[in-house]
């Protein structure tokens, strides 16, 4: 029998690890309940808060105080936009872009923030 008669070696196909998946955050400290995960876990909600906070203060200054803009400004009540009275153009209409954009931006830095914390656990676990 050659070498030609014999079967051919079996083909393998050979893979890495999977590129999409992201690896989880070891998080034994935390899940340990140790003081170093606590502290890690209320600095996280601390932000959190802070952010919140934030976000509040800036629609209570923006949205929360046009009632007083328009009560304090009398003549605005008498001004007219496309045949729309202002202050119902700008409650009825124009506000709500505004709380979309603030939606918007409170999510994508909320989302920055537990990134931010991933990787502070992650550091700390290597």
């Given at each position: 029998m050659s070498a030609q008669d014999a079967?051919?070696?079996r083909r393998v196909r050979v893979t890495g690890?999977?590129?999409r998946a992201r690896p989880r955050p070891r998080t034994g400290d935390i899940d340990e309940q140790t003081s170093l995960g606590g502290v890690y876990l209320d600095s996280?909600?601390?932000e959190q808060l802070l952010l919140a906070g934030r976000v509040l203060v800036v629609l209570a200054l923006?949205?929360?105080?046009?009632p007083l803009v328009?009560?304090?400004a009398p003549g605005l009540d008498e001004t007219r936009v496309l045949g729309l009275p202002l202050v119902w153009l700008v409650l009825g209409v124009l506000v709500y872009p505004w709380l979309v954009f603030l939606g918007w931006?409170?999510?994508r830095r909320a989302e920055r923030n537990e990134r931010d914390f991933a990787e502070l656990v992650e550091e700390r676990e290597r």
């Open positions: 079967d051919p070696p690890p999977d590129r996280l909600l601390r923006t949205v929360g105080s046009l328009f009560h304090l931006r409170y999510v």
